[in-house]
Every structure is written in C-alpha cells, then in structure tokens.
C-alpha cells in the first residue's frame, strides 16, 4: 500500500509570494489532515476534511492559507502572499473512517525569506 | 480542551541502557495516546497507541509505553536502546474517532555508542 506522499519536499520563496502544498492520501481514507510544525514547537492541526469536506478548520491562522480537496483525493493547501512566520514544517496525514491511526506523509518544509 | 506536555526537550542515553521518554496529557474525557517518530529527512511514523486495556503497550521496534491513568502519564519506554533510535519523538492525544490529535512538542533522543 502506497502511503501519504506530499510535494515538494522543500520549498523556498520570498514573502508575498504564492507557494501551494499537495498531499495525496492513502487510497480510501476518507480523513486527511493538514497539521504545521514551526521550528522547536509542537506539531499544531491546522484542518480536517472528511472527504471533500471541512469537517473542521479551526486551526488555520489566517484567511492567507486555503485548502482544498476537490472530488474527495489528494488535497492542496494554497499560502497566499506569504509570510516569515509561515516557515515550517507542512505535514499531511489521513486515516480511514472509524481508525485511530493516523499515517503522516514525509512532510513539506516551507521557508520564506 | 487537551494538550500534551514533553517536559524534556533532549534526552541522552547510553547503547544499551534503558530508556524512557517523558509523556503527561490532558483531555476531558478518554483520552487515545499515540506516540509518533521522526528520523531525518522522514516523515512521522507510528510506533504505538493506547485507546483501552492493558496498560502496557507494545509497539514498534521494540518500543513499549505504560498508560498511567492516576497520573496521567504515557511515557515511552524500550529496555536496551540502539544508536539506530536516535530520532524526533512526539506525544500525542486525540479524545476518540477521527478527531484531530494534539501533538506535545516533541523529545530529540541520542544515543551515544
């Protein structure tokens, strides 16, 4: 079974730019989260989708990041402009309906200079 | 609301002694305890989980950690370590199903040959 795969791998921009984040689930898990770890600090949640929907976004920090999952697959998590603040460390989980576990992708490491 | 509490940011440990890696939670009701670890350049992998039943849990790599109601604790635990556990460990919480887990900041573990 293939796992969770996230692009790109690193990603340097400088602020004000628009810099997009994919995750691919694994195959027929219906839950995927977007979860952010800035350097030295705890791995924060950002977003939960139940396939195409939000089931609960209540830790995005601003109306500067967007994410989407259209048809319910991989999902896209749009940071625009950035900012400094936003650096860190992009990780994307998903899980099947009714598991506890979660499995988490390698992660996107965002710098903006 | 819960949280995860890592009070060691680096623990040191001889190859072949025994090591523990501090973990105390918070959640209002049961709580599911999860811990997670990150080697270089990965991603976060999962080593074991606690959601009911015996206290001790078994996990990867040859990891095991003890539920502690009283306290509240889940302290991550392996008899002899190996310079090959050296990594990023985290704690983390979620009160049931598919909810969002809270992450504590997580414990850097060397071993030293």
């Known amino acids: 079974e293939a796992g969770v795969t996230q692009f790109p791998s690193h990603s340097v921009i400088e602020k004000g730019q628009t810099v997009t984040l994919r995750c691919d689930p694994i195959?027929?898990?219906?839950?995927l989260y977007w979860y952010r770890r800035v350097m030295g600090k705890e791995i924060k949640f950002l977003l939960h989708f139940v396939k195409e929907s939000k089931q609960d976004e209540s830790g995005m920090p601003n109306n500067r990041f967007l994410a989407e999952r259209t048809g319910g697959t991989y999902s896209t998590l749009k940071v625009q402009p950035a900012e400094l603040e936003d650096s860190g460390v992009y990780f994307c989980?998903?899980?099947?309906?009714?598991?506890?576990?979660?499995?988490f992708g390698q992660g996107t490491r965002l710098t903006v200079v | 609301a819960q949280s995860v509490a890592q009070p060691e940011d680096q623990v040191n440990v001889a190859e072949g002694n025994p090591l523990t890696v501090k973990c105390t939670y918070s959640?209002?009701?049961?709580?599911?305890l999860f811990w997670y670890v990150q080697y270089p350049n990965r991603g976060l992998q999962f080593l074991l989980k606690?959601?009911?039943?015996?206290?001790l849990v078994k996990g990867s790599y040859g990891f095991e950690a003890e539920f502690n109601k009283s306290q509240t604790s889940f302290h991550l635990k392996k008899p002899s370590a190996l310079v090959s556990d050296s990594a990023l460990y985290f704690c983390?919480?979620?009160?049931?199903?598919?909810?969002?887990?809270?992450f504590g900041k997580g414990t850097r573990l060397s071993v030293i040959a």
């Open positions: 989980a998903s899980s099947r309906t009714g598991s506890s576990r979660a499995f």
């Open positions: 983390a919480v979620r009160d049931g199903g598919n909810t969002p887990l809270v």
């Open positions: 606690y959601i009911t039943g015996d206290n």
């Open positions: 959640v209002s009701g049961n709580p599911y």
């Open positions: 195959s027929g898990h219906d839950n």
